[in-house]
């Protein structure tokens, strides 16, 4: 008797069955399920066509079968894996264009502020020479440190106006660091650091120091200088508390300090108005007006009248 061997199944199903497993378990995403899909049906069709020659017709379908199921499967969490992605991509970019516009305000206020100071020192000062102390350049330091001393730079050459001349700027040096850790400022700016500044530079009749005073400001030798010798003094950022006297004696001739009743809300546009946009942020304090602002901001200053 005769043996009618059983029909083969084609290679092309039993590769649609396994790309299909493969697609289905995320081994092979995506391409997998496509290939079981092509695979299947194109061997299911040679099956159909093959007169009994071929089997395996439930190999194919179950291959593309998986293939199908693969694609239903992993569509839904591609899509979620995207729209994440391009979630995230948009708060990201969200959130750094909020700090760029907060960082572009400040810079905005950081110019009325300078434009306002130089206005005062063009009418209280003409003729002299301004040297401006700034802090350390440190490699790395942000984009904003360069842009904020740029634009002060620029809004008192602006302002000046000829009637007075940056001599030039002195930026603190930092030391090195220690185990790691970055320098203290107090170890950057010191009596000593301010007196070789002021001697280094002796062309400079007014000082504007843009980093306040030394921690240990009363040790400095510049108030031992004679009244003729001694530059003019204005601070920028840095504290009053102790500086009554000294702002009513003339040695310190101006101090430009945050104003304590500001209310800070960066959602707002700032004034275009020079003066508004001054007066929104800060106070600036000399001998004339010290006793009134003391008077109207209690605990400012150590002492007051």
């Known amino acids: 008797m ?12 039993i590769s649609s069955l396994i790309s299909g497993i493969l697609g289905l378990i995320c081994l092979l995403p995506v391409i997998g399920s496509l290939l079981a899909i092509v695979l299947g049906h194109m061997s299911h069709s040679s099956i159909k066509n093959s007169n009994g020659q071929l089997g395996g017709s439930g190999v ?52 009325a502020q300078f434009q306002y100071l130089g206005g005062y020192m063009k009418r209280k000062f003409a003729d002299h020479s301004v040297l401006l102390i700034a802090s350390p350049k440190i490699a790395g330091s942000s984009e904003y440190s360069d842009n904020r001393l740029d634009t002060i730079e620029g809004a008192l050459k602006e302002v000046f106006d000829g009637k007075l001349t940056i001599a030039g700027t002195v930026h603190l040096e930092s030391p090195e660091s220690q185990d790691g850790m970055p320098p203290m400022f107090e170890t950057m700016f010191t009596a000593e650091a301010f007196d070789e500044i002021v001697a280094d530079n002796p062309e400079a009749t007014l000082i504007l120091s843009l980093v306040g005073l030394p921690m240990n400001w009363k040790e400095m030798q510049f108030w031992q200088m004679e009244d003729a010798k001694r530059p003019k003094l204005v601070i920028t950022n840095g504290q009053v508390y102790e500086l009554y006297d000294p702002i009513i004696q003339g040695y310190v001739n101006a101090v430009v300090h945050y104003n304590p009743s500001s209310e800070y809300n960066f959602e707002e546009d700032v004034p275009s108005d020079v003066t508004e946009a001054f007066e929104k942020r800060y106070l600036l304090i000399d001998a004339d007006n010290i006793a009134k602002i003391a008077a109207e901001n209690e605990g400012m200053f150590a002492k007051s009248p």
């Open 60 to 111: 194919a379908i179950a291959g593309f079968v998986t293939g199908y199921a693969g694609v239903v499967f992993l569509i839904p969490v591609m899509l979620i894996l995207a729209l994440s992605s391009i979630l995230s991509t948009s708060l990201g970019w969200e959130k750094k264009a909020r700090q760029t516009a907060i960082l572009d305000k400040e810079l905005r206020y950081t110019d």
């Open 2 to 13: 005769d043996h009618q061997q059983p029909p083969r199944t084609p290679k092309m199903a």
